[in-house]
């Protein structure tokens, strides 16, 4: 039975066990309480893969800063470690002559953010290095990558327990209160509900944040905090198109998500998606009734396939903050003093780039969690 602890983490996904892995290599007492059987069963493992450039977000949003920063921490993560990476570049491209408008504006972006080898390409760049491809022009992002993130993960808790972050699987977090100047933090496990004392709360929850937020007394309407589900389907296409592209292919991006994009797999397999859709609940079957929607967004640059060659494959869902038709919003990473919760450091609508950010992120939040114990 636990009675008083450091720091306790809410959520195992990949910013929790990152998070835990910076924390505890300061030697501070860090928990990490999980309510799966184990670490990383959510978005951490339904996503692309994709270890992002930094081109989409405007300049100065924790989304352009971390996702640059964590890009180049994740590449060397991956070379130090051994977790399988391939920088194999992505190209974006203009299906038609309408959208080479917006490629330039996406080389404007990406150079203010710090991404400084992207290439814009003419119609006939683009031929010699995706044949397979018919665009107008696209935009080479050299230092786009995927991984391995299940093999990220693991390493991510071997090295956090490693350093002596404690992990509490199969324990949901069910309240938080203040008590003083600490949290009195209520869980529930097979064995039944119990409570201990944590000096310092972080909440990695993914898709349940804005309700740990709340747990804890937060207005989230107010602060702006509630989520909004928003789907990401995946359809695989068949092995015969295996050498079909070299790069991850990308459309022009569409408001709630990167577009419906070509990925290849580390092992070669080619997978479409994810689409963007918002939901009111959250599963992951694949509706099969989107399959032609993805044939027709893709056949736009990838004229060879065939609509009986994709198959449903997985789903994600992003933690939203902004809903249908909204602007842009900026992941909150926040310490709540101003709500008189100061050592409640909430992570808030965590979605893409947040697996490349991760190595960042964690880094953020260890510099707030030293200030709170200094
Ligand atoms: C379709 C899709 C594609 C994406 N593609 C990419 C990509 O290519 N590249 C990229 O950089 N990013 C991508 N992302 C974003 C990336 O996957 C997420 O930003 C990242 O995985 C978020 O990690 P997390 O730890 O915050 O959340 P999660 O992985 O969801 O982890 C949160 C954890 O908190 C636990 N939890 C929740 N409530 C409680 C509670 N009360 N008590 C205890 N535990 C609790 C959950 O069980 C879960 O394990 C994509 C996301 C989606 C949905």
């Known amino acids: 039975m636990l009675a008083e602890v450091g720091v306790a983490i809410i959520g195992a996904g990949v910013i929790g066990l990152a998070t835990a892995r910076e924390i505890a290599q ?19 493992s339904r996503n692309s893969e994709v270890i992002h450039a930094g081109i989409y977000y405007p300049e100065d949003s924790l989304k352009a800063k971390l996702c640059v920063e964590g890009k180049s921490l994740l590449y060397k993560l991956c070379d130090k470690h051994n977790i399988a990476y391939k920088k194999l570049g992505k190209i974006i491209v203009a299906a038609d002559e309408n959208e ?24 006939t760049e683009l031929k010699k290095l995706e044949p397979n491809i018919e665009a107008r022009a696209g935009l080479l992002s050299p230092s786009s990558g995927i991984l391995d993130s299940y093999t990220l993960l693991k390493f ?9 972050a404690r992990f509490v699987f199969d324990t949901e977090v069910i309240g938080i209160e203040r008590a003083g100047a600490k949290y009195k933090v209520q869980i529930k496990d097979r064995d039944g509900i119990s409570a201990f004392v944590a000096h310092v709360v972080v909440n990695c929850a993914g898709l349940n944040s804005d309700r740990i937020s709340q747990l804890a007394g ?16 995946y359809f695989s296409l068949s092995s015969k198109y295996r050498n079909l592209v070299v790069r991850l292919i990308y459309p022009v991006p569409e408001q709630a998500g990167h577009g419906i994009h070509v990925t290849v797999g580390l092992d070669g397999r080619v997978r479409l998606g994810p689409n963007a859709r918002y939901v009111e609940a959250i599963d992951y079957e694949v509706d099969v009734t989107q399959k032609e929607a993805f044939y027709n967004s893709v056949k736009r640059f990838l004229p060879h396939i065939e609509l009986e060659d994709l198959e449903p494959e997985s789903a994600g869902i992003r933690p939203k903050l902004q809903g249908p038709d909204e602007a842009f919003r900026d992941f909150v990473i926040a310490r709540e003093e101003k709500a008189s919760f100061p050592s409640l450091i909430n992570l808030i609508g965590i979605e893409s780039p947040g697996l490349t950010a991760s190595p960042a992120i964690a880094r953020y939040v260890g510099k707030m969690v030293d200030e709170l114990f200094d």
Do not use: P
């Open 26 to 44: 300061g030697k501070k007492d860090v928990f990490v309480f999980e309510k799966n059987r184990t670490f990383g069963l959510e978005t951490s």
């Open 100 to 123: 080479i408008s917006w490629l330039e504006e996406l080389y404007e972006q990406g150079r203010k953010n710090g991404v400084e080898d992207l290439m814009l390409l003419s119609q």
């Open 156 to 164: 991510l808790y071997s090295q956090a327990r490693e350093k002596g």
């Open 218 to 233: 937060i207005d989230i309407a107010k602060a702006g905090y509630k989520l909004h589900y928003c789907k990401g389907e």
